[in-house]
């Protein structure tokens, strides 16, 4: 029996720094915290079918030996698409950084102040990232839109997001702040970080019921020659 003893190693629950996300990390904590409840969702529900409980057993074991497969090979598909989007993104960045920091370390020296050194490549710098963040941003903001209306179909998802959308605004009004202080106090450093966009975040999180309800009625009013609708 010892021989044949399987030795099991825990998953480690952190993920490394290259699994995650620097710009859709959201989509992935609102997945997290939704996933568990779908489970006891379901969970409850096979409990408590009664007679039809040895069907949905016996279903439930020919789905996991037919399908099994197919969803080991593509259950990570989406992830693998954030995470496409959001590596390019970063790799385009880090890029247009390196480029003009080299360009100015070669042209000007490492002997000038960093305080010029930082002001004369934001000076290069800022009309790359807007040109990264015109052609990259659309992009990145359809995926994140589609994992997360995908996400809203999940049992029980929404009222767990009602819970994971204030915590992050909350979070990216602290760090828009924070960004914005520092920059004033003259951390050049500050200059190179990113704003996050809570109000295009608030859009991709909005569902189309609250849409809806912000789109006026039209009005109709009486006429001696008939109603006219008035939009």
Not at 76 to 83: A, C, D, H, T, W
Request: with cysteine; hydrophobic share 40%.
């Amino acid at each position: 029996m010892a021989e044949n003893a399987i030795t099991v190693y825990n998953q480690p629950e952190a993920q490394t720094e290259q699994e995650k996300l620097k710009y859709l990390t959201f989509v992935q904590e609102a997945a997290k915290h939704a996933a568990p409840y779908a489970s006891k969702a379901y969970d409850y529900a096979k409990e408590n079918s009664g007679s039809l409980k040895p069907g949905v057993e016996a279903i439930e074991g020919t789905l996991k030996t037919v399908i099994s497969p197919a969803c080991d090979t593509f259950h990570n598909v989406p992830g693998e698409v954030l995470k496409f989007v959001d590596r390019k993104v970063d790799e385009s960045v880090a890029k247009a950084m390196s480029t003009n920091v080299a360009k100015d370390i070669k042209n000007h020296g490492v002997v000038e102040t960093a305080s010029g050194l930082a002001k004369s490549a934001y000076t290069k710098l800022e009309p790359s990232a807007k040109e990264l963040l015109v052609k990259y941003e659309p992009v990145a903001e359809q995926q994140a839109a589609s994992a997360w209306h995908s996400l809203n179909k999940m049992p029980l998802f929404r009222s767990v997001a009602k819970v994971v959308i204030p915590a992050a605004a909350f979070l990216s009004e602290k760090y828009n702040e924070t960004v914005q202080q520092t920059a004033e106090d003259g951390y050049q450093v500050s200059s190179y970080l990113p704003l996050v966009p809570t109000e295009k975040i608030a859009k991709v999180f909005k569902s189309p019921e609250q849409e809806a309800e912000f789109e006026p009625e039209p009005v109709v009013h009486g006429g001696e020659e008939g109603a006219v609708v008035a939009h």
